[in-house]
């Protein structure tokens, strides 16, 4: 898909609104439109990449930056003691449907494990 199609960077380019809660120079987080917990935000690079099959390896800052989003924001919900979820899906059998990598941020209750 080109990035052009993409939904996520529309939302990026301010094309597709969203409830924007946190921006960088390379990631921006807003709320999942249908959240599974109290707190479910998708923390996204800027830069298009599809899945995480397509990381290459001058990504490796852009993801690590991903979860230094996930940090800031977990302490700015409140939840960075009590705990918090970060899952990236991957693909049809992960459920993945954006094919914008995306970093799930779940947090605000306690989440059972395994995933199903
Ligand atoms: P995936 O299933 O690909 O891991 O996650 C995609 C997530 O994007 C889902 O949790 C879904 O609710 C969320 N989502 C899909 N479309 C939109 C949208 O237009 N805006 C927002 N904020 N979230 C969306
Ligand atoms: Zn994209």
New binding site residues.
């Given amino acids: 898909m080109a990035s052009s199609e993409c939904?996520?960077c529309s939302?990026v380019a301010g094309e597709?609104p969203?409830?924007i809660i946190y921006e960088s120079d390379s990631v921006i987080a807003?709320?999942?439109?249908?959240?599974?917990a109290p707190t479910?935000v998708?923390i996204i690079p800027r830069h298009h990449i599809a899945t995480i099959n397509d990381l290459e390896e001058s990504d490796a800052e852009r993801v690590g930056r991903l979860f230094l989003a996930a940090r800031e924001i977990a302490k700015q919900e409140g939840f960075e003691e009590t705990g918090y979820r970060t899952?990236?899906?991957c693909n049809a059998d992960?459920?993945?449907?954006?094919?914008h990598i995306?970093l799930?941020l779940l947090g605000g209750r306690e989440l059972s494990w395994p995933p199903g």
């Fill in positions: 939904l996520f939302i597709i969203a409830d807003f709320r999942d439109i249908d959240p599974q479910h998708l899952v990236m899906n992960a459920g993945q449907t954006v094919f995306h799930h």
